[in-house]
DNA sequence: CTTCAATTAATCGTGCACGATTGAAAGTAG
DNA sequence: CTACTTTCAATCGTGCACGATTAATTGAAG
């Protein structure tokens, strides 16, 4: 039935959407004791991964592109996470370098999140096979969507 | 392992987050062409199942709240999708009613989105299962911060 | 009836997302 | 070297989300 496609095509986005804000919100708790909002907290784990970056190299890692990135990475360089310069070899990128705070600060944050997860009784072991699920669906919506623009070309 | 849990909690909510993204990207190719954002699908969604809910109303079935809805319902008002009246028994609340417009428009935009999923190949029945999966995964989220809303009570 | 509490939509300010465009810089071809 | 193309970050405008507050209306208690 054509008509249950669209059913489960709701529900599933209605709850991917749900899902995304609650979680959104659950990190908040832990993160807004730093003044960090959930994406800013996700450049400083790409940071973390890697210093240095570049914005398009962030935003490679986060799929994110400089319309968001710009004005988010200046915020966090205004609260002093991080330094904006010009590249060197190329002046049209701009080199992303954690501050000592920002790198101090992995520790107490990720300790943070820690907590909430453990004292909020999230069983988060229960959802090992839900990141997998999840995955395969990001995947295939990513390349359906980016498989697209492809045809234009 | 602590840190296990912290990296299972970042994939999974960055999962659920890039997907959350990805479905709203997808739906809009279908709702670009009514001049539609998938937010206000929700909207036109419940009210398709019951017209004349009030503001509040929608905002249960939504989860969203006067901050979100009444800008939102005043754009859809001013597209023509619906009208906004003070109810008569109670003058705080707002009634919306979808115009003859918004009415016959269900037709069409479901099928819109029915071919949208049909034309990209999204093997929608291969998700049955992740619908459940992510459900719970929503509602563990919901009670879990609705709960510490009560603790303050 | 009067006072106080509760409910409701609206308002305000901030921070994403993102489609679209711009301008600068770098790379490429002739 | 010059002209053209590509690749960047930045900018612009719009529409959510959402914490916090406000003002109007209703309900409840005395």
Redesign the pocket.
């Known amino acids: 039935m054509q008509t249950d496609h669209i059913r489960l095509a709701n529900q599933l986005c209605f709850s991917v ?1 749900n899902t995304s ?2 979680f ?2 659950f990190y ?1 708790r832990a993160l807004s004791d730093f003044g960090l ?4 907290y996700l450049v400083l784990m790409a940071l973390w991964e890697e210093d240095g970056q ?3 190299q962030i ?1 490679d890692a986060l ?11 200046r ?1 966090m360089e205004d609260a002093g996470w991080l330094t ?1 310069e010009k590249s060197a ?6 080199t992303v370098h954690l501050t000592a705070e920002g790198q101090e600060s992995q520790g107490p944050i990720q300790q943070a999140i820690a907590e909430c997860i453990g004292k909020e009784h999230l069983d988060i072991d229960q959802y090992n096979d839900t990141q997998e699920t999840i995955s395969q669906l990001e995947t295939a919506l990513r390349t359906l969507l980016t498989d697209e623009s492809k045809m234009e070309e």
């Not at 799929?63 to 990475?73: A, F, K, Q, R, V």
């Open positions: 959407y804000r609650l959104t919100k908040q909002t959930y994406s800013q570049t914005l398009h935003g799929y994110l592109e400089s319309n968001t990135l710009t004005p988010l990475l915020r904006r070899h190329d002046r049209r990128q701009l």
